[in-house]
C-alpha cells in the first residue's frame, strides 16, 4: 500500500494535509469504522476520497446533495480518478458508463443518493461489485430531530451490516446528542473511532454586536466592505428583503433569498453569487447548504441565530480559502425572546427543548462573553485553543465589567414581587422609581423594590435584563406574552450564594471597529 501523502500530491495536487485529515485518512484507510466531525469547508472529501484510492474495490459514497456530488465525481475524473455516480440527474449515458466501471471493476468511487437505496436492485448490485468500504457524508441527516432529516439515511446501518465492511461518517454537526444519534443509527450503537478536528477557523473574525440599530448596524459593516462578497442571514423572509433593497438604495449589488421563492429564481441567485464578484445575499438559514464559494469575504448575522451550532455553521461559509474573513453577530433581547419561544412553541419532546434552550444559552453565552471568543466557541466544540485569539473583538478591546451581583437581585425581587407577570420595560419603570399609570395602578410604587435601582439609567437597566436573559437567570413566560419568569439558575444569586460579573453595556463602548488584521 503506498503512503497517503504520496496520492496527496500526486492526485489531489495538495502539499500538506490540513489539520485532522491524515489521522482520519490513516484510521479510515486502515479499515476502521469512523466518525468524523469536521468543520464545513475542512477538507472533509479528502478523508474518504484518498483511502478510497489505498484499497481495492470500490468505495460507495452517500450524499444528500447532488450538485455536490456531481462536482465531486467531476473534480476527481479530472484529477484522473475512475468515479461515478448515480443520481436522478444522470443521463442514460452516465449511468451506463458507471454500471461499465463497476462490472469491470474499476471504478474506485461510487457516489450514490440516499433515494437509490431505497430501489430495488441496488443491494444486490452492491454486493456484486465488490465494495470496500461505505462513506456517509452529512451523516447528521440521520438525526431525526435536525432539520436535514433524511428518511433514507436510516437504511444506511442496514446496509453496513449486509455488506459488513467499514463505514466512515462525515459531519460537521457537533453536538453530543446528534453523534449519538450518528453512532446508534448507522454503527448500530458501537462507538467508532472519532475524530472531532479543525474547528479553529483563525482568519474569520469574530464580533457581536447589541442590535440597537440594526440597519444601519449592517449599512455601516457592508459599507466597509465595499464590493466584497457577503451574506447577511436574517430570522425572517420579509427582512431579507428589506435589508436588501437598503443595500441596492446604497450602491451596493445585492438579492434576497429565502424558501419561498420559487426554484428557479433561488438557483438565479444561487448562480450570480457563486460567479459574480461582489454580491451581498440577504437570505434565511435556506441560503448555505451547498453555498461551495471559497472566497465569501464576510458574513452578518441581522438576527441571533438559534443555536451555536447553527452560528458556527453559518458564519463557516466566509473566508473557505483561508484568507480574512469578517463576521458579525447582532442581537438583542428581541432576539432572546423570539428563540425561546420559537423553542417552546416547536413541536420537539420536552427533553429535546431543554438542549435546544442550552444550545441557545451556549450561544448567548458567548455574545456575553467577557473574554475571547473563540476560546469559548472552540471550548464549546470540545476543541482547545492555545490563548486569547487575537482576532476577535473582545481581543481588541477588553469589555469593561462590573460586580453585577446587586442589580440583578433587585431585578429579580422586582419580578418575583409583581408576580412573574410582567416584562422588562415596566420593571425597570418600578426600579427606577417612574410612576407610570400602569404601575400607579397596580400599586407597584408601593412595592419595598419602586425606586431602589436608581444607580442605573433605563438603558443600564436595560442591559441587565439582556444579559440576564443571556445567562438565563430569565425566560419569557410561554404562557403570557412579555412577562418574565425566574429560572432555577437565579436562585443562588437571589439567595446570596452566588455572584454574576456583568459587562457594561457594548452599545457604551465604541460602536463598530475595523476588524483586527493581524
Ligand atoms: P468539506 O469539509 O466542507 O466537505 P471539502 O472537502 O469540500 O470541505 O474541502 C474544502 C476545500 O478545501 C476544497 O476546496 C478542497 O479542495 C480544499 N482542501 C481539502 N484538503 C486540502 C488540503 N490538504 N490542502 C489544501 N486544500 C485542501
Ligand atoms: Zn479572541
Redesign the pocket.
Known amino acids: 500500500m503506498q503512503d497517503p501523502e504520496s496520492y ?1 500530491s500526486s492526485v ?1 495536487g ?5 489539520p485532522g ?1 491524515e489521522e482520519i485518512v490513516r484510521a479510515v484507510a486502515a479499515g476502521l469504522n469512523t466518525l468524523a466531525i ?9 478523508c474518504f476520497q484518498l483511502p478510497a484510492l489505498m484499497q481495492p474495490g470500490v468505495t460507495v459514497v452517500i450524499s444528500p446533495l447532488i450538485a455536490l456530488m456531481r462536482d465531486q465525481v467531476r473534480g476527481l475524473r479530472t484529477a484522473g480518478v475512475e468515479a461515478g455516480a448515480l443520481t436522478s440527474g444522470n443521463t442514460p449515458e452516465e449511468t451506463d458508463a458507471v454500471w461499465q466501471g463497476l462490472e469491470a471493476g474499476t471504478l474506485k468511487l461510487l457516489y450514490i443518493a440516499p433515494e437509490r437505496l431505497a430501489a430495488s436492485g441496488t443491494e444486490r448490485m452492491l454486493k456484486r461489485a465488490g465494495v470496500t468500504m461505505i462513506a456517509v ?1 452529512e451523516a447528521h441527516c440521520v438525526s431525526q430531530w435536525g432539520h436535514d432529516f433524511r428518511p433514507d439515511y436510516l437504511r444506511i446501518g442496514a446496509l453496513r451490516k449486509t455488506l459488513d465492511v467499514p463505514l466512515a461518517a ?1 459531519t ?1 454537526t457537533a453536538d453530543t446528542e446528534t453523534r449519538a444519534e450518528i453512532v446508534e443509527r448507522l454503527f448500530d450503537g458501537t462507538q467508532p473511532e472519532t475524530f472531532l478536528r479543525g474547528f479553529d477557523r483563525p482568519n474569520l473574525a469574530l464580533a457581536f454586536e447589541v442590535k440597537n440599530q440594526p440597519r444601519a448596524q449592517i449599512l455601516s459593516f457592508a459599507a466597509a466592505r465595499r464590493g466584497q462578497s457577503g451574506i447577511v442571514y436574517c430570522g425572517t423572509r420579509a427582512k431579507t428583503e428589506t435589508i436588501a433593497k437598503a443595500l441596492r438604495d446604497e450602491g451596493h449589488s445585492a438579492c434576497h433569498y429565502h424558501a419561498g421563492m420559487e426554484a428557479e429564481d433561488r438557483r438565479i441567485v444561487e448562480t450570480r453569487f457563486s460567479r459574480e464578484d461582489g454580491l451581498i445575499v440577504c437570505a434565511t438559514v435556506a441560503f448555505g447548504m451547498g453555498v ?1 464559494k ?1 472566497d465569501i469575504r464576510w458574513v452578518a448575522h441581522a438576527d441571533l441565530p438559534k443555536s451555536i451550532e447553527s452560528y458556527y455553521q453559518e458564519i463557516g461559509r466566509a473566508g ?1 480559502d483561508g484568507a480574512p474573513a469578517d463576521t458579525l453577530t447582532l442581537y438583542g433581547p428581541d432576539d432572546i425572546r423570539f428563540r425561546r419561544s420559537q423553542i417552546d412553541e416547536g413541536l420537539a419532546r420536552g427533553d429535546r427543548k431543554s438542549a435546544d434552550h442550552g444550545r441557545l444559552n451556549a450561544l448567548l453565552g458567548l455574545a456575553e462573553a467577557l473574554g475571547c471568543r473563540r476560546q469559548i466557541l472552540l471550548g464549546y466544540f470540545g476543541e482547545e485553543a492555545t490563548g486569547p485569539c487575537g482576532n476577535c473583538d473582545l481581543c481588541a478591546v477588553p469589555p469593561e465589567t462590573f460586580d453585577g451581583t446587586q442589580p440583578v437581585r433587585k431585578a429579580l425581587s422586582a419580578i418575583l414581587r409583581t408576580g412573574e407577570s410582567f416584562g422588562a420595560g415596566h420593571l425597570i419603570d418600578i426600579l427606577t422609581g417612574n410612576a407610570t399609570d400602569k404601575v400607579t395602578e397596580r400599586g407597584h410604587d408601593r412595592l419595598p423594590t419602586f425606586g431602589v435601582g436608581r444607580e442605573l439609567d433605563r438603558r443600564g437597566w436595560q442591559a441587565v435584563f439582556r444579559q440576564m436573559a443571556a445567562h438565563d437567570l430569565i425566560r419569557p413566560d410561554p404562557d403570557r406574552f412579555g412577562a418574565l419568569r425566574m429560572t432555577q439558575a437565579a436562585r443562588p444569586i437571589l439567595k446570596d450564594e452566588a455572584t454574576i460579573i456583568l459587562r457594561k453595556d457594548a452599545l457604551a463602548r465604541a460602536p463598530r471597529r475595523p476588524a483586527v488584521r493581524t
Open positions: 496527496l489531489f495538495f502539499e500538506s494535509f490540513r485529515q469536521m468543520p464545513t469547508g475542512g477538507g472533509k472529501s479528502l457524508d462525515f460537521a461551495d471559497p473557505r
